[in-house]
C-alpha cells in the first residue's frame, strides 16, 4: 500500500497551524478568566510504579462511566466469589476440589477487565501467584503468535517427529546466551528465536535457561539439550547426541514472570555444540519434560553416554510427559491419578536452534572436548589422467 507523503513545507504549515491554534486557545483561556482542563496523569509514568487513571475526573465522562462499569461488574463477581468460598468452608475436600476450577473462573472474570491488572503485565509486574496473570499470559503468550512461530519451526524444521512423535507446549520456554562471551564488544544478552542460526562461539558457555509455566502448584522437569544430527558412520545414519541432562528440576507459578532454570551440574553437564565438519546444519534442541515422580539415576543408567541417545526410549522409561490424550498418542504409561492432575496433555516446553561447522568447532575438540575432531563427507574423486594433463603455465 502506498502512502502520501508530506512535503516539507506543507509540514511546516501544519507545525506553525498547531502552534498558533495552541497559542489562541491559551489566550481565549486567560481572557475569559476559565480554569485550564484538569492535568492528565501519566499512567506509563507514574512515580510510585503503579497503575494511575490516564485521564482525571471530568476530562471524559465516557471514560469515567466505563470505568465505572467495570469497577461495579468486578465488585459484584468479587461478592459472589466470597459468598460460594464462605458456602464451601464446612464442605468436605472432595466438594471443594470439584468447585475449585468454577471459583478460580469467577475470579479470573471478576478482574479481567480492571486496567490495573492490564498495566501490570505490560510493566512486567504480573503476579503468578495469582490466577488472573496465569491466564492472560498464557491466552498471551498462545495467541499472539510467539507459540505459532515456535512450532512451526519445529515442525518445518522436523524436530517434531526425529526427536519427539508429538509436543504441545504448556510452559514457555526461551534459551538466552549472554553476548559478553562472544568478544564482540556488545554487552547483554540476546534471547535465541526458534529456528535461528546460531555462530558456535556464541554458545560455548551454557545458556541462561527460562521458563514461565501456568500452574500454582510444584512439579518437577526434566531438562535436555540434544542434537539429533550426528553422523552414526556404523549405521550410515544419523545418531541424538546428548549436551546436556539434568533432572529433578522444581518449578511453579510464582510472583516472577520468567524463572531462572539452574542448568549447571545435573546428570550430563552442558557441553557446547559441536557440528562436526562436512555434515549439513545441525539442530540443537531443548525439552523441558514434567515428571510424574522424582528421579534417581545415576551415570550407570545411561549405558550408551552422550552419544547414541533415545530420547523417546528414556521418556517412555521415566514416564516424562510428552504424551497427549486424544491426539494419536498414547497415555497408557501415565497413571491415572496424574492423568487427573493435569488434565489431557502433560505437555512440556520445547525450543531449538540451528548450527552448522566453521573453524570456532575445530577449538572447541580441542581445548574443551580434547578430542580429535572428525571430518565427513564424500572423499575427492582421483583424477585418473592427472599426470597427463600439461601445465597452462610454467
Not at 38 to 60: C, D, I, Y
Not at 164 to 179: C, N, Q, S, W
Not at 187 to 213: C, K, S
Request: with cysteine; hydrophobic share 35%; net charge positive.
Amino acid at each position: 500500500m502506498l502512502r502520501q507523503i508530506a512535503r516539507p513545507q506543507q509540514l511546516q504549515r501544519c507545525v506553525l497551524g498547531s502552534r498558533l491554534a495552541s497559542t489562541a486557545a491559551s489566550g481565549e483561556a486567560a481572557a475569559s478568566g476559565s480554569a485550564p482542563p484538569p492535568s492528565t496523569p501519566s499512567s506509563s509514568k507514574s512515580s510510585t510504579g503503579q497503575w494511575s487513571r490516564p485521564l482525571a475526573r471530568g476530562v471524559n465522562k465516557a471514560y469515567d462511566e466505563a470505568l465505572a462499569l467495570i469497577q461495579k461488574d468486578s465488585a459484584k463477581k468479587t461478592e459472589e466469589l466470597q459468598k460460594r468460598r464462605k458456602a464451601l468452608r464446612e464442605e468436605s475436600e472432595d466438594v471443594k476440589q470439584a468447585n475449585a476450577k468454577k471459583l478460580e473462573k469467577l475470579e479470573i472474570e471478576s478482574q479481567i477487565n480492571v486496567p490495573e491488572v492490564h498495566w501490570n503485565i505490560s510493566h512486567g509486574k504480573a503476579d503468578m501467584s495469582k490466577p488472573i496473570y496465569r491466564h492472560l499470559l498464557e491466552k498471551s503468550w498462545r495467541k499472539d503468535g510467539r507459540l505459532d512461530l515456535l512450532m512451526e519451526r519445529v515442525h518445518q524444521m522436523y524436530v517434531l517427529p526425529d526427536v519427539l512423535p508429538a509436543m504441545h507446549p504448556t510452559v514457555d520456554l526461551h534459551v538466552i546466551f549472554d553476548r559478553k562471551y562472544w568478544k564482540n564488544h556488545l554487552t547483554g544478552f540476546v534471547d535465541v528465536e526458534p529456528g535461528v542460526f546460531m555462530p558456535p562461539r556464541m554458545t560455548i558457555h551454557a545458556p541462561r535457561m527460562q521458563a514461565t509455566v501456568f500452574h500454582p502448584e510444584e512439579r518437577l522437569y526434566t531438562l535436555l539439550m540434544v542434537d539429533p544430527d550426528v553422523p552414526d558412520t556404523d549405521n550410515k545414519t544419523f545418531q541424538t547426541y546428548v549436551h546436556l541432562l539434568k533432572t529433578n528440576i522444581s518449578l511453579s507459578a510464582s510472583s516472577s514472570y520468567l524463572q531462572d532454570i539452574n542448568v549447571k551440574g545435573g546428570l550430563l553437564p552442558y557441553e557446547p555444540p559441536h557440528p562436526q565438519k562436512g555434515t549439513p546444519y545441525h539442530r540443537y534442541v531443548t525439552l523441558l519434560l514434567p515428571q510424574v515422580e522424582r528421579l534417581n539415576l545415576t551415570p550407570a543408567d545411561l549405558p550408551s553416554g552422550r552419544a547414541g541417545f533415545d530420547v523417546r526410549e528414556f521418556a517412555a522409561k521415566h514416564k516424562l510427559g510428552y504424551y497427549v490424550e486424544g491426539e494419536g498418542v498414547s497415555m497408557e504409561m501415565v497413571p491415572e491419578t496424574y492423568k487427573e492432575k493435569v488434565g489431557k496433555g502433560m505437555g512440556g516446553g520445547i525450543h531449538m536452534w540451528r548450527a552448522v561447522w566453521d573453524e570456532d568447532v575445530s577449538r572447541v575438540y580441542t581445548d574443551i572436548l580434547k578430542l580429535p575432531e572428525p571430518t565427513y563427507g564424500f572423499p575427492p574423486k582421483p583424477d585418473r589422467y592427472g599426470n597427463l594433463k600439461i601445465p597452462k603455465y610454467i
